[in-house]
């Protein structure tokens, strides 16, 4: 019996039989497959990369939760002074997974030049404050110069400089207005040393950074005082947990307000990517399982003498199962690697050349970003394997009505 299930095996991949009847169609189930976890792969890959991605970007401008006083929660300006004399500050020693609390305040403006003029949001950030989560947007000259005395140094984005048809070293006037008083605007002169393009068209046609002592001696509060703290997590998963810690860890005056409480409707927007990816990864996968499911009823049609001889012999039904499964295995694995190289290529491509343009008004990025995780890929890998040959195990069941008495032929 041993025999001839080895010899059957061996008629299964034989050159005879890829040449046979079934051939187009197991190519067709291969290709089905490869395209399938092409798609995947890619999916996934896009669909969280676009995410983190846009994550990253809000929470560089706005930290992932900030602190300030209630009158200024609903609003991007600073108008009631916070002390940095918190207990809090500069470090959250009482929750755990918070690693940077940094003071700043922000306030409307007018640039005007010679020819135009911009409105904008003067974001004032002091020594305290991490450039990290910007730097990656700086794409000519450098972070202002914070250190020494008050600085007039500035960083604005490629968008407005455009607009205002300015470069780095140029200098120009800027207009501030308190939000609740009748008094006449303030002047400052502030001197280009950096231009950033975060790509988030939102934010880059707003924020200009620059100095917190000026936005301090606008509004007259003393030199420990801030308009609000910017809060960055190490898990961005937790955010709702860690939002509440540090509303429960503040003073009663102060409020706490989340990232995707403050832009809602982008964080609403990006959960739709996960009901889609959900939807192509069930699309492809039963694709793929009907593409084989298909190619085995072929396969076992075309094979039902063999499998009269095998009973015959004595051989079972499960035992003659196996060897179809066994070859659709191959045929999975066969397709399944055909779509990781491909597949794979097309993120590599993408990420280290950008090919895919996005409208950064529409997505908020200007290159499509993509995501590549070892895990994720294993798991597409096996979950499709594991699912197909699960669903394989209903059309092989068909072996169990072949009788060899009708499918013995002697010519």
Not at 92 to 101: A, L, Y
Not at 211 to 236: A, C, M, P, T, Y
Not at 320 to 343: D, E, H, P, Q, S
Not at 395 to 411: C, L
């Amino acid at each position: 019996m041993n025999l001839s299930y080895f010899i059957a095996k061996r008629l299964i991949t034989s050159r005879e039989y890829k040449s046979s009847v079934s051939a187009p169609i197991i190519k067709i189930a291969i290709t089905a497959i490869a395209i399938g976890m092409i798609m995947m792969i890619l999916s996934v890959a896009t669909g969280i990369g676009l995410q983190q991605k846009i994550r990253q970007k809000v929470s560089a401008f706005n930290g992932h939760i900030s602190i300030s006083s209630y009158t200024d929660n609903q609003s991007d300006v600073s108008t009631v002074p916070i002390s940095l004399q918190q207990k809090f500050y500069p470090k959250f020693k009482d929750i755990e997974g918070i690693h940077h609390v940094q003071g700043v305040a922000s306030m409307h403006g007018i640039i005007r030049t010679e020819t135009d003029v911009e409105g904008i949001l003067f974001k004032g950030v002091g020594k305290d404050y991490d450039w990290k989560p910007i730097d990656e947007y700086i794409i000519e000259g450098r972070k202002p110069n914070l250190l020494n005395e008050v600085s007039q140094e500035i960083l604005i984005s490629q968008y407005l400089v455009q607009r205002l048809q300015l470069k780095v070293n140029d200098s120009f006037n800027t207009f501030f207005i308190k939000e609740e008083g009748n008094s006449m605007p303030k002047s400052r002169r502030f001197k280009i040393v950096g231009i950033y393009n975060s790509g988030f068209q939102e934010f880059d046609a707003t924020y200009v950074f620059g100095d917190l002592r000026h936005i301090q001696r606008l509004n007259k509060w003393k030199s420990d005082e801030v308009g609000s703290f910017e809060v960055f997590i190490n898990d961005f998963t937790k955010i709702q947990e860690k939002s509440q810690e540090v509303y429960d860890q503040t003073a009663s005056t102060l409020n706490t307000q989340s990232i995707t409480e403050k832009y809602y409707y982008i964080f609403e927007w990006l959960q739709l990517f996960d009901f889609n990816i959900l939807v192509i990864l069930i699309i492809m996968i039963i694709v793929a399982a009907i593409n084989m499911v298909v190619a085995l009823l072929v396969q076992i049609l075309e094979r039902t003498q063999m499998i009269g001889i095998l009973k015959s012999q004595g051989a079972n039904n499960w035992t003659i199962r196996k060897i179809f499964l066994y070859n659709a295995a191959y045929l999975i694995v066969r397709g399944i690697l055909w779509g990781n190289a491909i597949g794979i290529g097309m993120i590599a491509i993408q990420h280290y050349f950008g090919v895919v343009k996005l409208n950064p008004e529409s997505y908020y990025v200007n290159t499509a970003p993509v995501y590549f995780s070892l895990g994720y890929i294993l798991a597409l890998n096996l979950g499709t394997i594991l699912i197909c040959l699960l669903v394989l195990l209903i059309p092989s069941y068909i072996i169990t009505k072949i009788s060899p008495a009708k499918t013995i032929r002697f010519d």
